[in-house]
């Protein structure tokens, strides 16, 4: 069964993450398909919300401690390189679960979704690496920044790591970037975030915040 | 672009104090134009997924979102309450949208305004690096295409550019 709470908070951050490219992303393009990326996650993470609960109160009243996403989906975007990379890993993931999970209503209509972000991850991480030696360095050092929250997200999903495992390591294989020999950082799951979460919850709760139960 | 009745008729009729008939109601939600794409209506893309008689007479319509995060559920769910009013709008998720429920006709009519169709969907995770096959240029009809961006104006576009006649165009994504 799909942890409505913990793959809900995962899908809501890393779209707030993606939003935040929204008006200055590289080139218009990538402006376009980022906010696709983050919609797309914020349509799945209503739907999983609101399974555990008001989506709402949870997504406006929580904090920090109160998240149950992964560490990886918090960290900041740092640059291009690293949303990619990011989300490479995480989309990856997520892929896997919800082709694991057909019986879930979310899943599978978004494992459709996520068959996309995880083609878009791959092909940019492919370019970024094969690319000139800057998207190359840039790529290298987000791997090495990101790779170490990579072992959390198989916490009771210890039958997805093959298959991830299996695609990561072909993609970037073929982006001549190696898997950094790193060590690993869990906590998310128990309620134990970077600060990166709490500056992220900031901005996004700020509206509610300073004008509770506000409509549009 | 020809529904049995303009989307305005339930008003209308609803004014007057006729009460519809089911077929006639039908029709009429079937009739109401997507918001994003309105040479489209939501029986063309395969968004209309069936019109029930309520208990109490009156008509619950259930839809069901292209992609998760559509932003245009809200707007869809007020254009079909004041096509019909007094109608329910149910949204259902399973099973899931895809573009095998876009009409022929809803097909043609993306082609006419520009906007390139789907085409057949072939597995349910495309290949990574796989170019959608038999893409063609919606203006000119040529197969010289190079697809610019996986992600186009909304969720459910990729943006491509025609090498004949130059034009970037739109194209509704395999899902």
Known sequence: ?216 | MTPAEPPDAGQARAEEGVRMTLDEARAVAAGVPDPELPVVTLADLGILRDVLPRDDGGVEVVITPTYSGCPAMDAIRDDIRRALPGATVTTVLSPPWTTEWITEEGRAKLREHGISPPGRVVSLAPPTRAEPAGVCCPRCGSGRVRLVSRYGSTACKALYTCAACLEPFDHVKEI
């Open chain 1, 1 to 216: 069964m799909i942890d409505a709470l913990e793959i809900g908070d995962d899908c809501l951050v890393l779209s707030q993450r993606l939003a935040e490219w929204v008006t200055r992303a590289p080139t218009l393009e990538e402006d376009v398909a980022l906010a696709n990326l983050s919609l797309d996650l914020l349509g799945q993470a209503r739907a999983l919300l609101s399974r555990a609960g008001d989506e709402d109160d949870l997504a406006y009243l929580r904090g920090a401690s109160g998240f149950r996403n992964c560490l990886l989906v918090e960290q900041p975007n740092t640059d291009f390189a690293h949303t990619i990379v990011r989300h490479l890993l995480y989309a990856g993931f997520l892929f896997e679960l919800y082709a694991a999970h057909p019986e879930d209503e979310v899943a599978a209509k978004g494992v459709k979704e996520l068959a996309y972000h995880r083609d878009y991850a791959a092909l940019w991480t492919s370019r970024l690496g094969r690319g000139t030696e800057e998207s190359h360095r840039r790529a290298t050092e987000a791997l090495t920044a990101l790779w170490p929250f990579t072992d959390e997200l198989f916490e009771g999903h210890q039958d997805l790591r093959a298959p991830w495992q299996s695609w990561v390591t072909e993609v970037l294989e073929g982006a001549a970037l190696p898997v950094p020999a790193v060590a690993q950082r869990t906590g998310g799951r128990r309620g134990q975030h970077t600060a990166h979460l709490t500056s992220l919850l900031t901005e996004l709760q700020g509206l509610h915040r300073d004008h509770a139960g506000a409509t549009w």
